[in-house]
Each structure stands twice: as C-alpha cells, then as structure tokens.
C-alpha cells in the first residue's frame, strides 16, 4: 500500500492558452445518468469540433457487469439520443468509439483500484496519453471519499517523480449537504489530492454568458464605474424553471431548493457580479476575489429570518398552457412534505464597493417562466424634470445579463418619444448572441472538460468558496429543516413565487423583475 501525499501542479498563468497534451479520463459511476446524457455527450462534440487532444482515451468504471462492448453500445445510444445540434455521425463515432474502455469494479475495493490502474496502463500505452489521467466522480456522492481513499490508496493520484504527468480529480455536485460535510469532504480530498489537482464543477460557471460576466465588466471601461454602491439601487438574480421537480422527486425531498440552486449555481452569479477586478485573470485571483465577497456578506439573521430568506412549495396549476400538479402530489413526495421548492432570499455586502446595496436572490420549480438573469438596478435620477413624477421612475436604468435563454445583455433607458411635446419613454438596448455569433455555443460541460484538460481552474469552485457559501446557508437551512411550514403549497405552478417573496422585496420599497 502507497502512502497518499500531495503533488501539486504549477500555478496556471494565461491558463486559456496552455496547450492540450494527451490525456485519459476516469469517469466513476459510468452507468449513470450524468455520464450518459452530458459527459460523453460533451466529449464526443469536443471531438467533432477539433478540440480533443489526439491522444485521448475514456475509461467507465462503474459496479455494473458491463464489458467495453456494452459500453460502446450504450454510449452509441446516449450520444444518438443527445438533442444537441450536432448530428451523429457514423465515422466519427467510430473513431470515438475506439477510445471508449470499460472495467466493472466496487468503489471500496482496493483490488479493483489496482486492476483500474493496470487497465490504465494499458489504456495510456495503447492510446499514447502520457499517464495524465483525470478522475472524475460522476458517482452518488456517499460513495465520494471511498473513490478518493483508493485512489490515494493505489497511488493513482500522484506520478511516481510527481514531475510531468499529471492527475486531476472532479467532482460533481451535491458538494456536501451543509457546512459540516462539505467540510469533511474538503478534507478527504485534501488528504489525498492537492487543491490544484482539484476540479470541483458547477454547470453555471461553464454557461457563456457568465463566463462573459467578467469580460463584460472588466474589457470595457464604460459599466465598471457605475458598478457600485454611488449608481446602483440593488441587483437581483433570478433563475426560475419552468419545470417542476420531474422524476427527481426523491432527490428533492432531501435537497430543496437552498441546497440544489442556492449554495452552487446562485451564490456563485452573485460572487462574479459582486466580486472586485481581479490582478490577473488566473484561477487563484478569480478564486481569491469571489471568496472575498462571501467573506464580506453579512449572515442572515435568524431571528428575523422571514425579512430575509422566504420558502415557497408549488401547488397544482397551469405552465405555458399545461396543467401541472402540485409537488405534494407526486408519488415520491412525503404527504405533507415541507420541502421548498421555491426560494428567496436578500443579502447584503458589507464592503466599500456594496455598503447598503441589497442583492436579491430567487429560485424556483414550476414557475411562469424558465429565465436565469441577473439585473443590475440603477438608481433613480437625482431631480425630476420633464413632468415626471416618482412613480414614472420606479424602473430607472438597468442592466440586464440574459444568463439563459436568449442569452445575452441589455441595456435599459429613457428616451424622448417623437412629437411636439416632451414625453419619455422607456426603451433597451439589446446584444443577443444568436443573431451576432452563428451557430451553437459549446455546452458548459463541453468548455469545462476542457479546462481540465488544459489546467485552467477558474470555472471551478475553490475548497474556501465551497465553505463560505455553505456556512451563510446551512443555518438558513437549519431553521427550517426545524420549523416546518405551515403554508405548503403556497404558490401556484406556473406563477412567479409566492406572496412571501413579494413581501420581501415589497417592504424595501421594490419589486420583482418580470423577466
Ligand atoms: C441543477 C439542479 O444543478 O441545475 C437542477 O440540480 C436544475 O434542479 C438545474 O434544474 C438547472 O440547470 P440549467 O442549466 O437548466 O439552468
């Protein structure tokens, strides 16, 4: 048995432009869902984009008794099946084919690590990677630290001279279910992978427009300046879903909605719209300046919870024409259940740049709508001219970035209306990508898969950042996992949320976007 210790890899620096080198990925849990409707799916893209190294190789471990033929047939079905517009294509599908690989083994048994490594061998001589492997845990999370353990275990985390090759390990969503065990999972890979080897995934990071966040804001000089607490009343973050909980029941029961959208995809917008100009655009300066925001947001304060955090379930209704049941009414809920699908909550920044900014947050299932947007609300003007009065100004200025769908930016403003006398008008200036950038965006699993490959870290969570946002949502979580609702269902499938979260946002004296 190896001793586990840590090897870690070179800071990267202009990480967009490190080059590929050949490479072998792990995917645990290759049976599954993940593996089937996005990982391979993504790869095989990559490779008919051009993008995959040359020297690649995919290797499923999972329990079940699978051979590498029934893996290439069942992954031939899943890329068939996939919706994306590239269409399958026989010759090149052989060719990916012949990189697939398969090896059934137990995630707690060190004898099957050992024959993984073999195999790996193998894989690596045969396909010319390098020994550069990447593990990625596409497993149900309890079986996490016993993939790490036997990897650290077999000694597949490090190289023997820790030199050239290297090894990386992802890991997927839920990152723990509150601080505690996101902790102690932070720890286990610790244990074995160094932080630089570690690639912890959020979907959202890869979406274009939230990469473009950034870009946004900091390749221009024209918004930066307004970004602050002197022109801007309050942002809000939305990502409402349309969908309700599908067959995902069981898994919702023990998430909600603060765990599944919260803790990852929403507090992760909001330390990219929030966070300073990094001094590089690295994964260690990116990393460091989102920390700081969660560092500098003020807790939620549980005695008042309600004026800052609001819980909603759906009920039966109708969205975009079809009638939906309520959630309590699938099979897999609990009767009675009190879990939240639909959440609000508002934060506050305390920092030079947010001082008295509120950032309002909102999330839900069977809503009117599926849009993820991010709207920064400017001030309104200092004086009124031109007869208008207060209540024409209610939705001054704003900026508005188009996460999904429609992705884009809009800018919103006043202009005169035509005619002899001076009559203002609300208009907006929009970018949209589709009709500016033809043809399909990679998907975000495709852009992350590729910075795996290359190094680059910035699209992923840090160890800290993981901890920081988990410690403002656990004890939102835990006041309610111990104060049950007494209202569910309170808000109708199809609507925008409950009348709670327009409480919230109403006793600030706003209201909520209609995207
Ligand atoms: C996942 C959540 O992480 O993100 C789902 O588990 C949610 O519940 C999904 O539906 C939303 O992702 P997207 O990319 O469709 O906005």
């Known amino acids: 048995m190896q001793v ?4 870690a890899e070179q800071p990267a620096t202009a990480t967009a432009q490190r080059e590929l080198t ?3 990925i792990v995917i645990f849990g290759a049976t599954g869902d993940l593996t089937r409707r996005m990982i391979v799916p993504a790869l095989y893209k990559l490779q008919q984009r051009g993008l995959l190294p040359h020297d690649f190789a995919i290797v499923g471990f999972s329990r079940s008794k699978w051979n590498t033929a029934v893996f290439r047939d069942e992954m031939a079905a899943a890329v068939r099946q996939d919706a994306g517009a590239t269409a399958f294509d026989r010759e090149s599908w052989q060719k990916f084919a012949k990189r697939l690989h398969y090896i059934s083994g137990n995630y707690g048994e060190e004898a099957d690590f050992h024959d993984l490594a073999a195999l790996l061998a193998d894989v690596s001589k045969e396909h010319n990677c390098g020994a550069n492997y990447i593990f990625y845990l ?19 985390h490090q190289t023997p001279a820790g030199a050239a090759p290297w090894r990386r390990v992802v890991i997927e969503k839920p990152f723990g279910r509150d601080l505690a065990t996101a902790q102690a999972l932070n720890a286990q890979i610790a244990n074995v992978f160094d932080e630089s080897q570690t690639y912890r995934i959020d979907h959202y990071l890869g979406k274009e427009t939230v990469q473009n966040i950034l870009v946004f804001r900091l390749a221009n000089h024209i918004f930066e300046p307004l970004w602050n607490r002197r022109y801007v009343d309050h942002v809000q973050i939305t990502a409402s879903e349309s969908l309700g909980v599908e067959h995902r029941a069981g898994y919702y029961e023990e998430s909600g909605a603060m765990r599944d959208m919260f803790q ?9 719209v929030a966070m300073d100009p990094p001094v590089v655009f690295d994964a260690e300066a990116v990393g460091a ?3 700081k925001v969660l560092r500098a947001t003020r807790p939620i304060p549980l005695s008042q919870l309600d004026q800052w955090a609001v819980r909603g379930q759906y009920g039966p209704g109708w969205v975009q024409g079809e009638y939906v049941e309520g959630y309590q009414e699938d099979e897999n809920t609990d009767p009675g259940s009190d879990r939240e699908t639909y959440a609000a909550l508002k934060l506050h920044i305390d920092n030079w740049r947010w001082e008295g900014v509120p950032f309002y947050l909102r999330s839900g299932k069977s809503m009117a709508k599926k849009v993820t947007e991010i709207a920064i609300q ?5 004086h009124l001219l031109f007869g208008l009065t207060p209540a024409d100004v209610l939705n ?3 900026i508005v970035i188009r996460v999904q769908p429609n992705e884009g930016f809009s800018l919103q403003f006043r202009v005169k209306s035509p005619g002899q006398t001076i009559r ?8 949209d990508y589709e009709s500016l950038f033809n043809g399909e965006a990679p998907s975000a699993y495709e852009t992350l898969l590729l910075d795996i490959m290359r190094g680059d870290r910035t699209l992923f969570a840090h160890s800290e950042w993981i901890e920081y946002a988990w410690g403002l949502i656990t004890p939102i979580i835990e006041a309610w996992e111990s104060s049950p609702a007494s209202n569910f269902p309170n808000y109708e499938a199809g609507s925008w949320g409950p009348p709670e979260a327009d409480a919230l946002i109403a006793r600030d004296g706003r209201s909520w976007r209609r995207p």
């Open 22 to 24: 050949g490479c072998a």
């Open 4 to 7: 586990a210790t840590r090897v």
């Open 264 to 272: 990852n995809h929403l507090l992760q917008l909001y330390s990219l």
């Open 138 to 156: 596409s497993t149900p999370p309890s079986v996490y630290s016993d993939v790490i353990r036997q990897l650290g275990v077999v000694g597949l």
């Open 396 to 398: 001054p200025n704003a």
């Open 424 to 431: 203002v008008h609300p208009v907006s200036m929009n970018f």
């Open 378 to 382: 400017f001030k309104r003007v200092p």
């Open 289 to 291: 300046e989102k920390i």
